[in-house]
């Protein structure tokens, strides 16, 4: 199992980006899915999850309004579409299965909010 996120990037307060996961192997459409962040000195936290079938069951409050998360299983890929980005939103962000298993995490991609 390997976890590839990108489309994190530099962006000014106000701004937005689309993050984009995607998952090796043929089972991915059968995984409820998640996205988690972590900033410097802090654990990894839920940032939104969503079902097989496109449910969304998680979004962390912090991101209400301004995040939506989405999957297209028949391209094994998820995305996290982030708007009104803030300086708080700085993060290495990631994937995972929902609730994280055992596998490895992904490399992660890099949003930070500045201006």
């Known amino acids: 199992v390997q976890f590839v996120e990108s489309g994190g990037g530099l962006v000014q307060p106000g701004g937005s980006l689309t993050l984009s996961c995607s998952l090796s192997?043929?089972?991915?459409?059968?995984?409820?899915m998640g996205w988690y962040r972590q900033a410097p000195g802090k654990e990894h936290e839920l940032v939104a999850s969503i079902t097989s079938a496109s449910r969304i069951t998680n979004l962390n409050d912090s991101v209400k309004g301004r995040f939506t998360i989405s999957r297209e299983n028949a391209k094994n890929t998820m995305y996290l579409a982030m708007t009104n980005l803030k300086p708080e939103d700085t993060a290495v962000y990631y994937c995972?299965?929902?609730?994280?298993?055992?596998?490895?995490w992904g490399q992660g991609t890099q949003v930070t909010v500045s201006s």
């Open positions: 192997g043929k089972y991915f459409q059968f995984f409820d």
């Open positions: 995972h299965f929902h609730p994280p298993s055992g596998d490895p």
